[in-house]
């Protein structure tokens, strides 16, 4: 099993950045991929992110703005945001998964197996 917990989540001010940070516990993420989403007041939760073997790949939406990382040796994954815009308001989730799913897109949430509680990232104007 894998235990996933985001932090730096927080309040800035439109413009302004954050790294997200993931934690992975319970086994080794290295071969893992991994994946960012978020979800906003009464909305479905949304792709962003993914880092896995093939490469990095973004949502159009956050394409150019935000970078996922991932540091094996501390066994977590990062998300910087950069130009945060109020419409960035969500709680921002990490997922994982230890095999990837033929025929599952890595933009769904059904290609990944675990999940982090999210952390919460508001953006004021």
């Known amino acids: 099993q894998v235990q996933l917990v985001e932090s730096g989540g927080g309040e800035v001010q439109a413009g302004g950045s954050l790294r997200l940070s993931c934690a992975a516990s319970?086994?080794?993420?290295?071969?893992?991929?991994m994946a960012w989403f978020r979800q906003a007041p009464g909305k479905e939760r949304n792709f962003l992110a993914t880092?896995?073997?093939?490469?990095?790949y973004y949502a159009d939406s956050v394409k150019g703005r935000f970078t996922i990382s991932r540091d094996n040796a501390k066994n977590t994954v990062y998300l910087q945001m950069n130009s945060l815009q109020p419409e960035d308001t969500a709680v921002y989730y990490c997922?994982?998964?230890?095999?990837?799913?033929?025929?599952?897109?890595?933009?769904?949430?059904?290609?990944?197996?675990?999940w982090g509680q999210g952390t919460q990232v508001t953006v004021s104007s």
């Open positions: 880092i896995r073997s093939s490469g990095e």
């Open positions: 997922a994982a998964a230890r095999l990837v799913r033929l025929g599952v897109l890595p933009s769904e949430e059904n290609a990944y197996n675990y």
């Open positions: 319970g086994r080794s993420i290295s071969t893992y991929a």
